[in-house]
């Protein structure tokens, strides 16, 4: 009889085969159970994340809307401050170059009045008068002195807070920059999603920057400098409207003074016109006064020639009487006749001869005062002439030749 083949290795029982299998589906359910639950716990945590991302998403984009609209805000309100600033500088700068056309305008007036007191230095004797015409150049000069120190003391203001508003505006140019840019990222923020070809993970993207800046601080730092420009710009109006209106008074007061010049001058040329025709007339008069003189000093001449010869004859006839002989010397009516009319003779003779060196006297000392007339009548014309060329020479200074100061008001 021949034996089976037996497959070597342990044999294992019926109970040994039922407990195997027993714990094969006891370990099946229980590994069910734990999927189950490990499935339930993962979609329940799907469903949660998904929705705490939406929700996540969702508010970030309305925070980042509404970070959005705060820098576009902000950015208008710069926008805003700038432009203002921008025409402020403008309105500044042509101010400032009013008040320089203006300083510029007053040279000419400087070098007319500085003129005229230097023609009228050319006055000579009594004609050198510390009159009101002086009087009004000199306070003409020195109000120009003083309008162009007011001048530029605008100008150098000016200059100063043109600077300051370049700060301000660089300031604001800055600020509104770092708002546009970051306005842009932003709105690349905003338009990203989870669809967009451009994401990616990033290495360590929550850190915080250095330099970063506090909400409170970032709207701070604006409202600084929004305020800065405000402040500056009414600085600056304010300037520009005293600049003008310092302008227009001293416009006025360079006008009053001018005026008070030329009338004293006007005036005073016809005055010296009066005292030169007056001069005239007084010469005129004295050089008649001269030539009757001088007949009466020829008349008392011949006068006293004639009544010399006179007096020759009672002399002689009186000294041949006294030849008569004896008795016949008698002190008759011809002698008494002839002694009474040598008296009256001689008294004659002497009273012309007093008057005649009084009327000599009285021609040269009419001769010597007309000297004196005509060097002062010299005088009188040459400083009329003076007077008429400071007169021309303020004809430069005509209303409609005159430059203004500027306007009254600038643009406020």
Not at 39 to 61: K, N
Not at 82 to 106: C, F, H, I, P, R
């Amino acid at each position: 009889m021949c034996s089976l083949p037996v497959k070597p290795g342990r044999r294992h029982s019926v109970s040994e085969w039922s407990s195997n299998n027993h714990q094969l589906s006891a370990a099946a359910a229980h590994e069910r159970l734990v999927s189950t639950a490990i499935r339930q716990d993962g979609r329940a945590l799907r469903s949660h994340s998904h929705s705490q991302t939406s929700w996540d998403q969702s508010d970030t984009s309305r925070r980042l809307t509404d970070r959005v609209w705060d820098v576009s805000r902000w950015k208008h309100q710069l926008e805003l401050c700038a432009q203002k600033v921008d025409e402020e500088m403008e309105a500044l700068t042509l101010s400032k170059e009013q008040s320089e056309q203006a300083l510029a305008a007053t040279a000419v007036p400087l070098e007319v009045s500085s003129e005229c007191l230097t023609l009228r230095e050319g006055r000579r004797g009594y004609e050198l008068v510390l009159d009101p015409v002086d009087q009004q150049l000199k306070a003409e000069v020195e109000l120009i002195g003083r309008v162009q120190r007011v001048l530029q003391q605008h100008i150098d203001k000016a200059s100063e807070q043109l600077s300051v508003l370049q700060d301000v505006h660089q300031q604001l140019t800055a600020d509104l920059h770092n708002k546009m840019e970051a306005l842009d990222v932003d709105m690349t923020c905003l338009s990203l999603t989870i669809k967009s070809p451009n994401i990616s993970l990033k290495t360590n993207p929550t850190r915080i920057l250095s330099g970063s800046s506090t909400p409170q601080e970032w709207l701070q730092f604006s409202q600084v400098n929004v305020g800065r420009a405000h402040d500056a710009v009414q600085t600056s109006q304010l300037m520009r409207e005293d600049t003008s209106l310092s302008r227009a008074q001293l416009q006025n007061e360079l006008e009053t003074q001018g005026r008070a010049t030329e009338f004293q001058l006007r005036k005073r040329n016809h005055q010296e016109q009066q005292a030169r025709d007056q001069l005239t007339w007084q010469i005129k008069t004295t050089e008649d006064e001269m030539l009757e003189m001088e007949k009466d000093v020829q008349g008392l001449d011949m006068d006293l020639e004639a009544k010399t010869g006179s007096l020759k004859l009672a002399h002689t006839r009186l000294e041949h009487r006294t030849s008569r002989p004896g008795v016949d010397l008698c002190r008759d009516e011809v002698q008494h006749g002839l002694v009474a009319e040598v008296q009256q003779l001689e008294a004659t003779i002497a009273a012309l001869k007093q008057k005649l060196c009084q009327a000599q006297r009285s021609l040269q000392t009419m001769r010597l005062h007309r000297s004196h007339m005509l060097q002062d009548l010299h005088r009188k014309q040459e400083a009329l002439s003076l007077e008429q060329r400071s007169i021309n020479t303020r004809l430069r200074l005509a209303p409609e030749s005159r430059p203004a100061l500027g306007p009254a008001l600038g643009p406020a």
